[in-house]
């Protein structure tokens, strides 16, 4: 099976990288700090969650009589982490947490996701919770339910998609009616709803977005509510899971299908935010969610690589000259070697670019991190599906059998391009909203350092050919006389600026890391990315430009 080394020095890297560390120590987090977090969490992931992943895979969640029950030891995995502090790591301090920042919590995410994504789901939605209530709920909400969701004790979900209603939430049905004690009466039935229902925790706080009667029709007519299983006094609320979805992967993560108000009229919650602006509140926790499930894709690739590597290591196959005797480690053949090589590229790319987001999150820098939250997204979990796929072809035919463990990574790794908002809905969202941010200046700006930092490993003419061309694709998107034309266009160019946005932290890692142990790697990775991977993905957009037309015109019925 596959052993997990966790990648510290990896990991640190990309935290210099993003700025907010520095070998002096003179940021808010000193590298002698983080390297002593990442060495403990590392630690934990290895020896405590690791070994579960495969029994979590093997022997899923199940339902019975509205419970669920998780595979088997991991109920009690749950609790030590919770008691080692993990859970409470970005939590605001005055809520019992440790406040260390996003940059801190996406190293950690990385480690628990390369451990077992599906056990790490129920923290990660947790995490987007404690911040949405942190951010927009009434004070007494706050006190009464953030020290305990930050503790580990009670856990969190996000209720928003529904049987008729996926991505498009403006056909939303789920019903929220006002109560005489201040709090509202909900009722209504969700999908795909993530730890949903669990044995981890003695109460799950769903956070549920439904329409109140008379609201405005669409998106602008959702309020959202804390709905929580059980009730302040202890009694059941009226909220049922009454089914768990088969999936192709994360087996051992409940998916839950949820009934509010089934049985006696309706779920008791409590409003967060203003009526009808429910939309707006979640979007903190979907923001939140975005960039983690993009460093779910870091994690993937991560144990996709480290897979391919040592069974590259250990697997003998062919010889490499006609005067060889024994067979040859296939991780000396040309084309195993390119591909072990470009997984990691990819992955140190994909990680630098959702680190930089964690970054500019912890500086608040808003329009940096709504600008980079939908390439981290598409562009990390594109990678996992590609480094997943290429570490079974590594594998051979043993990557296609269930035993070797490659098959779960690439299973587990195909829902992240999808779920917490499509890829493709990240392409629209970056085409039609973020490149325009501040009149363009956030994109310039961003462009311009790309420019420089390339000309580190590439020459200063073609890092500027480079740049230009992003700049005249965003141009041609954004200045589109037929805009769902133009969206023809929008995943192939979002790849593109995810690409050159990677290729050029790729390029400042290679500087920070001359004259240490990672010098080569770091070397190797940027100029790999830069001359590979980079040109075919600016290609890739200029080519969905050209034919944007074509496909908007093109007839499928």
Known sequence: MIEYNPPLAQLLLAMRVAGNLSAEGDSRLSLEDAQAVLSEAGRFAADRIAPLNRIGDQKPAKLSNGLVTTPPGWSELYRDWCAAGWNSLSGPLAYGGQSLGMQMATACTELWNSSSMAFALCPLLTTGAIETIAAHAADDLKQFYLPRMIAGEWSGTMNLTEPQSGSDLSQLRCKAKRSGDGSYIIAGSKIFITYGEHDFTSNIIHLVLARLENAPQGTKGISLFLVPKYLPGGSPNDVECHSLEHKLGIHGSPTCSMSYGNKNGGAKGWLIGEENRGLACMFTMMNNARLLVGVQGVALAERATQAAFQFAKMRKQGRLSHSAFEPSEIIHHPDIKRMLLEMRAKTAAARLLCMATASAIDERQEATASLLTPLAKSFATDIANEVASAAIQVHGGMGYIEETGIAQIYRDARILPIYEGTNGIQAIDLVTRKLTLDDGKCLSELLHGCKNDLASVVSPALAADYVDEVRRQSEALTTSSNTQQALAAATPF?????????????????????????????????????????PIALSGANAAITNAALVFNSSLA
């Open 494 to 534: 979002t790849r593109a600026l995810a690409s050159l946005v990677a290729a050029a932290y790729l390029a400042k890692a290679s500087r920070l890391a001359r004259g240490s142990s990672s010098e080569e790697e770091a070397e190797t990775n940027a100029r790999l990315f830069a001359m590979g991977e980079l």
